[in-house]
């Protein structure tokens, strides 16, 4: 099932988003951020043999039952930086550089690195 390889590469993809954020890419720091959880998620998901797409950590999330309500709001932080961090025609001005900052870099890895804790904790 590749179970593993889902959660290798989200824990390589977090320490990228990190490495960016003390580059100063805060904005690539947060879509990178994203990205981990749902490769763990689709890893949990693989491991219950659900197979789902789609590019939401909460629709994702929504599959499992036991989801607890910090682990799904912690998802629909993280959606919402998904497109922002990545296209300028999200903001009347400017580019995604200018709107993410150290403190949301931080904030999107904080909120990936609590979905890839509940994924371990789910895959025992």
């Known amino acids: ?34 990205h981990a959880a749902m490769l763990g998620v689709i890893g949990l998901l693989t491991r219950s043999g659900v197979v789902e797409t789609g590019q939401s950590v909460y629709y994702l999330l929504k599959n499992v039952e036991s989801a607890t309500k910090e682990v799904l709001h912690n998802a ?28 949301t870099a931080k904030e999107a890895i904080d909120c990936a690195k609590a979905i890839l804790e509940f994924v371990e904790r789910e895959l025992g």
């Open 76 to 103: 629909r932080v993280l959606d919402t930086f998904f497109i922002p961090s990545r296209y300028p025609y999200c903001f009347e001005k400017g580019t995604p550089k200018d709107y993410f900052d150290e403190e």
């Open 1 to 34: 099932m590749r179970v593993n390889d889902w959660l290798n590469q989200a824990k390589r993809t977090i320490q990228s988003a990190e490495h960016s954020a003390k580059g100063g890419f805060y904005e690539d720091s947060a879509f990178l951020a994203h």
